[in-house]
């Protein structure tokens, strides 16, 4: 999947938009690539000399890549009609900084859904190295 289906499937855009390519997309999970590049914003501030991505946008990327994959298995009822909102965020581990020119990959996975609520599982790793997993709940609900 490229950056057009991806921009069709959720509404971030630039410069939050943290998902680049979608590499493997099945029923059950997603695995989906960020860039990581010198020029994005908050490594301007995160930090000067040392610029690491953030872990909490790292979080986001898997939530976005969640996003994706919720809405390719059930874009019956969510692809035009409804939205998808981050509800929750629980064990989250930061294990290595990630830092410009790694290419991070996002691996998320459902855990179980009841009703409109998913709850997913999604480790980032470079190089076959985990940087950051966290298990995370999103819901969907009709667009206003």
């Known amino acids: 999947m490229n950056i057009k289906e991806i921009m069709n499937r959720i509404p971030h855009r630039y410069p939050f938009l943290l998902v680049d390519k979608v590499l493997e997309l099945n029923e059950s999970s997603i695995l989906a690539q960020k860039n990581v590049t010198f020029n994005e914003p908050f490594f301007m501030g995160h930090f000067p000399n040392e610029p690491i991505m953030p872990g909490v946008l790292q979080i986001e990327a898997l939530a976005q890549a969640g996003g994706i994959l919720i809405s390719k298995n059930f874009e019956d009822i969510l692809y035009h009609e409804c939205e998808i909102f981050f509800m929750s ?5 930061f294990r290595r900084p990630v830092i410009p020119g790694d290419v991070l ?7 179980n859904k009841k009703g409109n609520v998913f709850k997913l599982k999604g480790v980032a790793s470079v ?6 997993e966290a298990e995370f709940m999103a819901m969907f609900r009709r667009k206003q």
Do not use: C, H, R
Not at 105 to 111: A, E
């Open 89 to 93: 965020i629980d064990n989250a581990k």
């Open 127 to 132: 190089e076959d190295k985990v940087a950051t």
């Open 105 to 111: 990959l996002l691996k998320v996975g459902f855990i």
